[in-house]
């Protein structure tokens, strides 16, 4: 079994920047892909439903971010430290969460329209905390 990390998490202004990091402890051929998520803090939501946020292939030059964080987010990936990172700028209050990032064993391609579904997703870190407030 693989084992996700997540760090990076902190206290920011709005309008500030933060990279989280999300490192796996070993890779494995069955997962193709991944993805980081966000769930809202427990005042604001009912139930533990992620929004998916960013994916990026593993093998290939593929990512992808979702239209709430667009323009604002950035995925990428350093192969040699087996590591993912979620560049963040321009951050808002609303970016307040708990982000986790997940493994999956379907492709980036594979992954098309479901790419930020976490049902698509198959290991999970413990998450870290981003709270943007002034």
């Known amino acids: 079994q693989v084992r996700l990390v997540e760090s990076g998490g902190d206290l920011v202004q709005p309008g500030g920047s933060l990279t989280l990091s999300c490192v796996a402890s070993r890779r494995h051929p069955h997962f193709s892909a991944i993805g980081w998520f966000r769930q809202l803090p427990l005042s604001e939501r009912e139930g533990n439903e992620r929004e998916g946020v960013a994916c990026i292939s593993i093998t290939e030059d593929l990512s992808e971010v979702a239209g709430s964080v667009k323009g604002r987010f950035t995925v990428s990936r350093d192969d040699a430290k087996g590591t993912v990172y979620l560049h963040m700028k321009n951050l808002k209050p609303e970016d307040t969460g708990e982000y986790f990032c997940?493994?999956?064993?379907?492709?980036?391609?594979?992954?098309?329209?479901?790419?930020?579904?976490?049902?698509?997703?198959?290991?999970w870190g413990q998450g870290t905390r981003v709270t943007v407030s002034s």
């Open positions: 997940a493994v999956s064993r379907w492709s980036f391609r594979a992954l098309g329209t479901a790419r930020f579904r976490s049902d698509r997703y198959d290991i």
